[in-house]
Each structure stands twice: as C-alpha cells, then as structure tokens.
Nanobody, 125 residues
Framework: VQLQASGGGLVQAGGSLRLSCAAS????????AGWFRQAPGTEREFVAS????????DYADSVKGRFTIARDNAKNTMFLQMNGLKPEDTGVYYC???????????????????WGQGTQVTVSS
C-alpha cells in the first residue's frame, strides 16, 4: 500500500491541526495503521495507532487526551486530529501501515510495511 500524508503546518500553542493519510494500491482495510513523529536530532517515536476496523486505538502517553486517531476505510484514509498542541509536538509526522490479519492496532517503526513521506508540524510558543 502507498501512503501520502498531508495537513501539517504552523500553528500557535493551544491550536489544532488535522493530519490526513491517503492510502492507495491495496485495500487499506487490511492494515493496522499509525502515526509517528520525529523532531530534529531525535529518534522517530510512536504517536498513535488504529486497528484495521478502527475499533482499537492506542496513544503515546504524551498525546493522550489531546490527539484522536481515526480511519475511514471506505475512503482509504486515516486521520489524526491534534488539539491543544504544544511546542514539543513539533516535528515531521509520518503515517505508516502494517499488514495484519488480526484486529490488532499494534504497529512499530520496525514492523511497519509502508510509510508516507511525512508532513511538517510546527507549534510556536
């Protein structure tokens, strides 16, 4: 599956952004999917993930209560709604997908099969 992320931008602290990840090439419903981010000089880190059917989600502690992940398999799209943004949320955000036959939401940067190109999110203080 090919992925393309979009929706990044510059926002003030406390603001909101909505990222989108468009999938193509194969039915997106066969994949667990997630978002990762990478700030300059740091390693890529997990942000959130969602199971194939969208019923199971998982979040990094740093974004719980502020970010919401969702997907629309009919439109082959995944979303990340980011509210209450903080300067430490700044980074390049990547969407990723992992083929699975189960209902797990488990995905890591090591087991992901496909990656989007990344979209820059900058939060000013």
């Amino acid at each position: 599956v090919q992925l393309q992320a979009s929706g990044g931008g510059l926002v003030q602290a406390g603001g909101s952004l909505r990222l989108s990840c468009a999938a193509s090439g194969e039915p997106f419903s066969g994949y667990a999917a997630g978002w990762f981010r990478q700030a300059p000089g740091t390693e890529r880190e997990f942000v959130a993930s969602v199971s194939r059917g969208g019923k199971i989600t998982d979040y990094a502690d740093s974004v719980k209560g502020r970010f919401t992940i969702a997907r629309d398999n009919a439109k082959n799209t995944m979303f990340l709604q980011m509210n209450g943004l903080k300067p430490e949320d700044t980074g390049v955000y990547y969407c990723a997908a992992r083929f699975t036959v189960t209902g797990t939401s488990y995905i890591t940067q090591h087991n992901a099969n496909s990656w989007g190109q990344g979209t820059q999110v900058t939060v000013s203080s």
